[in-house]
């Protein structure tokens, strides 16, 4: 087998790098990861850097395939690293740049080791890990950061040398309700309720709300969309990473994949959420608004999710990072993975030992947070 880092996905063919992704992943479609570099999001002059790497045969045959960038900062990660950065600069030494195999502004789980099909998962995946790792020690980065990864590749990542970390969003899982009043049925009764009295203040504000795929998207709507996702970006102080030609071309090029969701009332849009789904998968991304409605924002970015769900069979529903008032919406907590490599010994032994002991201290939080879940007993898994 032959490793290869690469400094753009446009150097892999799209219909070979597309096979190796499992479950129509919308976050590691070529068009995906193409289209953040053709609008800015990554490569030159940005803080993203690709450096995709890709494993073949003797025969030139794509067995497998690592998203790897060259990171400046920590931003739009959603593993926090900052801390690590700041013990860095107290002591004098240089923390950036870093490796970091994850999607861009992206924290959902997904495949980080890529192997073929019929290729030999265990090897493709040790080779994957052991070259960026080595990559990172090559290129002076301080750390390599695997973020989000699948349960199942963790063995590779260990094996590699790299610390395993625990964290915790909130997932809904199908259970095979027929429709959203089956799923509510579900929860006790109160908890019922106020989540009906939510729907309903929506409505009361005489507010409809409409689901498009992404290729029936107007290039009208896409701009409203994106000046509301602008402005909740502004609003935290911060610039909105992806363009509106960003957009634009994702709509087209993932067509069904993405899920737009329009709030009006009357003829306006005064809000928008926008979602990715996979085979089995929906993933809840970003959203903003014209003015603030009460309920809203669980309306177009949770309750239209999991009706979307339900009514085109997937499984999950992941909304994003962070938010305990999920859970009272029927979210469960799920334990999420991410594995890092220190190149610096003293700092390895200190983060080693930390995410020792903050791995219990997530697994309580979790166990906790299922405790609040507003199912009747037994409804939901632990």
């Not at 570099?37 to 067995?63: A, C, K």
């Not at 009043?181 to 409809?208: P, Y």
């Not at 709507?221 to 935290?236: A, G, L, P, S």
Request: aromatic residues 10%.
């Amino acid at each position: 087998m032959h490793l290869r880092c690469h400094e753009s996905f446009r150097e892999l063919p799209a219909a070979e790098w597309n096979t190796l992704v499992r479950d129509e992943d919308p976050f590691l479609q070529h068009a995906f990861l193409v289209a953040l570099e053709n609008h800015g999001v990554t490569g030159p002059g940005t803080h993203w850097q690709p450096r995709p790497l890709s494993v073949r045969d003797d025969d030139g045959r794509l067995l497998g395939g690592c998203p790897l960038f060259l990171k400046t900062d920590s931003w739009g990660e959603f593993v926090f690293d900052w801390g690590w950065a700041d013990a860095y600069h107290r002591n004098g030494l240089r923390y950036y740049p870093k490796l970091v195999a994850a999607i861009p502004h992206t924290p959902a789980t997904g495949q980080r080791l890529l192997v073929a099909a019929g290729a030999d998962a265990g090897a493709v995946m040790a080779l994957l890990a052991e070259g960026a790792r080595e990559l990172a020690a090559g290129l002076g980065c301080s750390t390599l950061h695997v973020l989000f990864p699948q349960a199942g590749e963790l063995e590779s990542l260990t094996a590699a040398g790299l610390t395993h970390r625990l964290g915790c969003q909130f997932h809904w899982q199908d259970r095979g309700y027929r429709d959203f009043d089956d799923f509510l049925d579900a929860f006790s009764a109160k908890k019922r309720k106020n989540l009906r009295q939510e729907r309903r203040r929506v409505r009361e504000a005489g507010l409809e709300l409409e689901r498009l795929p992404g290729n029936a998207v107007s290039e009208a709507q896409w701009r409203v969309f994106h000046r509301f996702y602008r402005n909740t970006f502004e609003q935290r102080g911060c610039p909105a990473p992806m363009s509106l030609p960003f957009f634009l071309e994702i709509g087209r090029t993932l067509g069904e994949r993405v899920l737009l969701v329009l709030a009006r009332r009357g003829h306006d849009i005064v809000a928008a959420a926008i979602s990715y789904a996979g085979a089995r998968t929906l993933y809840g991304r970003h959203w903003g608004c014209a003015e603030s409605f009460d309920a809203l924002h669980f309306e177009a970015c949770y309750y239209q999710g999991i009706e979307h769900c339900i009514e085109h069979g997937l499984t999950r529903f992941e909304p994003g990072a962070q938010g305990e008032h999920k859970v009272a919406r029927g979210f469960e907590p799920v334990l999420t993975h991410s594995a890092h490599w220190v190149a610096h010994p003293g700092f390895r032994q200190a983060i080693d030992a930390f995410l020792h002991r903050e791995r219990p201290a997530i697994v309580e939080y979790a166990r906790e947070l299922t405790a609040r879940l507003p199912y009747r007993s037994g409804e939901a898994a632990a």
